[in-house]
C-alpha cells in the first residue's frame, strides 16, 4: 500500500463526502425544521447535472452549466413543493414518502423521455482539466475543485443558518412553527424558500459530479440511499452530524472499495477474494451505520 495511493483516494474519499453533504443537508433542513421526509432529493442532484450538462455542451459556458444546474433546480424545487407536497405538510410521514417516491418515478421517466436512455455526457472545462501538486502527489484539478467548491458551500450554509436574519427564522420554525406565524412570518413562504434551496443544494452537487460521471436518468437513485446513510450516522435533523458523516461515509466506502480487496487476497484464495471482496466493499458503509447505531441510537449529533 503506496502513500500516494492512499493519499489520491483520501482526496476521492472527501470529495464524495462532500457531494454527499450537499444532498444530505438539503434533505436534513426539510426534516428538520419542515418536519418532511423528502426522497425527491435524489432525483434534484439528477435533474442539476443534466440541466447543466445540457447548457454546457450548447453555449460552452461553465459559469451558465452552474447557473442552469443550480438555480433551474431551485426553481423546479419551487415548482415541485407548490404543485404537490404543500397538502402533505400536515398529514404523517407515510404519505410524505410514498408521495416523494412517486416524484422519482416521475422525474427518472421525464428524464428517459427528454435526454433519452443512453448516458449524457460533459466535458470537463479545458481551464480545469489539468493536474494539481497535493503534499507531492498528482491529483486531477477538477476533482480538488469540487471539494473546495463543497467546503465553501457547506461554510456558506452555516453562515446562513447561523448567522443572518433567515436562518433567524429557519431555526426559530424548527423550534415553534405557531409561535413565529403568530409573530407575522409567513410560514408557507418560508417552507417554500427552504425546499427551493434544499433543492438547489442537490442541484449544485449534480453540477459538481456531471463532467466526471455519466448524467443518466436514475442516477440520483444510489446517492438518495448513501445520503440516507448519513443523516442516519450524523443523526437526523442535524446540519453538522451530515457534515462529519458524510466525510466519514464518503472515505469509508472510497478507501474500503480500493484496499479491501487488496487485504483479502492476502488473507484468502485470489478467486474468493476477487468473489467476496467487491460484496462486502459495498456493504462497508451500511456496518458502519449498524455499528454506530448499536452505541448511538441517535446517531453521532443530536439535532439542532
Do not use: K
Amino acid at each position: 500500500m503506496s502513500i500516494s495511493l492512499l493519499l489520491v483516494q483520501t482526496l476521492n474519499g472527501l470529495q464524495l463526502g462532500i457531494l454527499l453533504y450537499l444532498t444530505a443537508a438539503g434533505v436534513t433542513l426539510v426534516l428538520s425544521i419542515m418536519n418532511f421526509i423528502s426522497l425527491a432529493h435524489g432525483s434534484f442532484y439528477m435533474m442539476g447535472a443534466y440541466f447543466a450538462a445540457t447548457t454546457y455542451n450548447h453555449t460552452g459556458s461553465f459559469l451558465l452549466a452552474g447557473i442552469a444546474g443550480t438555480g433551474g433546480v431551485f426553481a423546479l424545487g419551487i415548482l415541485t413543493e407548490r404543485l404537490t407536497l404543500t397538502s402533505l405538510y400536515e398529514r404523517g410521514h407515510l404519505d410524505q414518502v410514498l408521495c416523494t417516491f412517486g416524484l422519482i418515478l416521475f422525474f427518472n421517466e421525464v428524464a428517459r423521455m427528454i435526454w433519452g436512455a443512453t448516458p449524457y455526457y460533459m466535458e470537463i472545462p479545458d481551464q480545469f482539466s489539468g493536474i494539481v501538486d497535493v503534499l507531492g502527489v498528482p491529483y486531477p484539478m477538477y476533482r480538488f475543485i469540487i471539494t473546495l467548491a463543497g467546503i465553501l458551500i457547506a461554510a456558506g450554509l452555516w453562515l446562513l443558518i447561523h448567522r443572518t436574519r433567515l436562518g433567524m427564522l429557519i431555526r426559530a420554525g424548527a423550534t415553534n412553527r405557531e409561535m413565529i406565524a403568530a409573530l407575522g412570518v409567513n410560514i408557507r413562504l418560508l417552507n417554500t424558500l427552504l425546499f427551493g434551496l434544499s433543492a438547489a443544494l442537490a442541484g449544485f452537487s449534480g453540477f459538481l459530479v456531471a463532467p466526471i460521471l455519466s448524467v443518466q436518468s436514475g442516477m440520483g437513485d444510489y446517492v438518495l440511499v448513501m445520503t440516507l446513510v448519513v443523516i442516519i450516522i450524523g443523526g437526523i435533523g442535524s446540519i453538522r452530524g451530515a457534515f462529519f458523516a458524510a466525510l466519514i461515509v464518503g472515505l469509508v466506502d472510497t478507501i474500503g472499495r480500493i484496499f479491501l480487496p487488496v487485504v483479502f487476497e492476502n488473507l484468502v484464495e485470489t478467486s474468493l477474494a476477487q468473489a467476496a471482496a467487491p460484496a462486502i466493499s459495498s456493504m462497508l458503509i451500511y456496518v458502519l451505520m449498524v455499528a454506530i447505531l448499536a452505541f448511538r441510537p441517535l446517531g453521532l449529533f443530536r439535532a439542532q
